[in-house]
C-alpha cells in the first residue's frame, strides 16, 4: 500500500495577554468602531515582555508533537516559518531544536514569506518526507508586537502574535495533504513588507531617530487586490488538482489577514460563510501562525470530524501564496 503524506499531529498558542482595540486608543488615533468596521478586529493576543519567538513556537510544537506521539529525537527536520527571528542571526530554528532535544537534525528558517510561509513550509516538508522519509516538525510562529511601529494606527492595529505547528509524516494514520500549490510574483514584492534592516536600507542612527526602523510598508488597495486574486486562484488550483470543486470542500480555512478580504475570497469561490473558518476578530492577522491556529481551534470545535475535506490558503509579503488540500 502507497504511504500517505500528512500530518500526524496539530498544536498552537497564543499568548495571555489581551489587546484590545480600546487598548489601542490610548496609543494611537484611534477607535474600536474604525478598528472592527475596516478590519473585523476586536483584540488580539501579545506576547508576555519577556515570551519571544522561540517560546511561543515551543508551546506550539509540544502539542503537535504529543498528539502525533513523536518523541524529539525522532524528528527527521524542522522548519519554521517566521518573520519575527529569535535573532537577527542564527535562525530560530536552531533555537527551536536545541529547546526541544532534537537530535542533529537540519534545521531551518524560512523567512520573508509573510503569512504565506506556514504552507509554503508545509509544501517543503511534504517533499522532504518523500524523499528522506518523517516526521519532521513544522513551526509558524510570529511575534509581532515586539518589531512593529505602535505609532502607524494604519498597520499595527492588524496584528497579533501566535504560533501553530504540525508534523508531517507518512503512513495510514494520519490527514492526508491530497494537493500543494505555491507561487511568487517578485514584481510586487514592494507592496507589502518591512524594508528597514537590510542591505538596502541598514539600520542607522538616523533610522532610529526618525522612528521608522519598524515601519511596515503596506499599499492597502494593491494587497487586497492581489490577496484576494492570489488565494481565489490557488485554490482553485489544488482542487483541479484532484477533480473537486468547492462543493466537495467541507470547511475552509483561509489566511485570517481581515474580514473584508475573508468574505470576498469567500464570494470570489462561492463558499457560504457558514462553511468558512473566521477567527480574526479573536486574534488579528497573527502572519505565519494563522493557518495553522485557524485550522487547530476549528479542529478543537468539532468542525472537521473524520472524513472531512478541508481546503487552507495564505498570501503574504513577497508576493507570495499558497494553497494546501486536506483529507481527515
Same mark, same amino acid.
Given at each position: ?118 504552507? $509554503? #513550509? ?6 522532504? =518526507? %518523500?524523499?528522506?522519509? @518523517?516526521?519532521? /516538525? ?117 489566511? $485570517? #489577514? ?6 470576498? =475570497? %469567500?464570494?470570489?469561490? @462561492?463558499?457560504? /460563510? ?55
Amino acid at each position: 500500500m502507497q504511504q500517505k503524506i500528512g500530518f500526524r499531529g496539530l498544536g498552537a498558542y497564543v499568548p495571555e495577554r489581551v489587546m484590545t482595540n480600546e487598548d489601542w486608543t490610548r496609543y494611537v488615533d484611534t477607535s474600536d468602531e474604525w478598528i472592527v468596521e475596516r478590519t473585523g478586529i476586536h483584540q488580539r493576543r501579545f506576547a508576555g515582555e519577556k515570551e519571544t519567538t522561540v517560546d511561543l513556537g515551543m508551546a506550539a510544537a509540544r502539542l503537535a508533537m504529543e498528539e502525533a506521539a513523536v518523541q524529539p529525537g525522532e524528528l527527521r527536520e524542522i522548519i519554521v516559518a517566521t518573520d519575527t527571528p529569535e535573532v537577527y542571526n542564527p535562525d530560530t530554528a536552531a533555537y527551536i531544536q536545541h529547546q526541544i532535544g532534537a537530535g542533529e537534525v537540519p534545521a531551518y528558517d524560512l523567512a520573508g514569506s509573510g503569512c504565506a510561509g506556514f504552507l $509554503q #513550509a508545509v509544501d517543503l516538508a511534504c517533499s522532504r =518526507v %518523500a524523499v528522506r522519509g @518523517g516526521p519532521i /516538525l513544522v513551526l509558524g510562529v510570529e511575534a509581532i508586537s515586539k518589531i512593529m511601529s505602535w505609532q502607524d494606527r494604519n498597520t499595527c492595529v492588524l496584528f497579533g502574535d501566535g504560533a501553530g505547528a504540525m508534523v508531517i509524516d507518512q503512513g495510514q494514520d494520519l490527514v492526508e495533504v491530497l494537493a500543494v500549490t505555491t507561487g511568487t510574483d517578485g514584481s510586487k514584492a514592494d507592496i507589502l513588507g518591512k524594508e528597514i534592516g537590510g542591505t538596502r536600507v541598514p539600520f542607522s542612527k538616523e533610522v532610529a531617530e526618525d522612528n521608522v526602523h519598524n515601519r511596515v510598508v503596506m499599499n492597502g488597495r494593491e494587497v487586497f487586490k492581489e490577496a484576494v486574486s492570489r488565494m481565489s486562484a490557488a485554490a482553485h488550483e489544488v482542487l483541479n488538482q484532484v477533480g473537486w470543486s468547492t462543493d466537495d470542500i467541507d470547511l475552509f480555512v483561509p489566511h $485570517q #489577514a481581515n474580514i473584508r478580504i475573508l468574505h470576498s =475570497v %469567500a464570494k470570489s469561490l @462561492g463558499f457560504p /460563510l457558514e462553511k468558512v473558518y473566521i477567527n480574526v476578530q479573536d486574534y488579528g492577522n497573527t502572519g505565519s501562525a494563522s493557518v495553522p491556529l485557524a485550522l487547530w481551534e476549528a479542529r478543537n470545535k468539532g468542525m472537521v470530524p473524520a472524513g472531512s475535506k478541508v481546503l487552507l490558503t495564505a498570501f503574504g509579503a513577497g508576493f507570495h501564496w499558497a494553497a494546501v488540500l486536506l483529507q481527515f
